[in-house]
Nanobody
Framework: QVQLVESGGGLVQAGGSLRLSCAAS????????MAWFRQAPGKERELVAA????????SYADSVKGRFTISRDNSKNTVLLQMNSLKPEDTAVYHC????????????WGQGTQVTVSS
């Protein structure tokens, strides 16, 4: 199993940047595909970005392509989400999630961190 703790959320003006961090417990971090999801009030949860166990093949939602970058450091059991050119519509609770490599569902979730972008 893996436990996830997010940090780095906050309030920022439109056009600004934030970097979210997800710290994972356990010795088997490399066995997991990692992702960031977000959920805004009244909206469905959205997959924002995902990254493979090796750090290759990052994928992004169309809404964040070119603005967000996901990365991981397996030596530190950490996943980052660099968010640039933030827009008010990026306002949401952001969750870090993990699924075992080859698995179909994200089974492990962090508690979430609030990101608020003011116009």
């Amino acid at each position: 199993q893996v436990q996830l703790v997010e940090s780095g959320g906050g309030l920022v003006q439109a056009g600004g940047s934030l970097r979210l961090s997800c710290a994972a417990s356990g010795r088997t971090f490399m066995r997991y595909t990692m992702a960031w999801f977000r959920q805004a009030p009244g909206k469905e949860r959205e997959l924002v970005a995902a990254i493979s166990w090796s750090g290759g093949s990052p994928s992004y939602a169309d809404s964040v392509k070119g603005r967000f970058t996901i990365s991981r450091d397996n030596s530190k059991n950490t996943v980052l989400l660099q968010m640039n050119s933030l827009k008010p519509e990026d306002t949401a609770v952001y969750h870090c999630a993990a699924k075992i490599v080859g698995g179909s569902e994200y089974n492990y979730w962090g508690q979430g961190t609030q990101v608020t972008v003011s116009s």
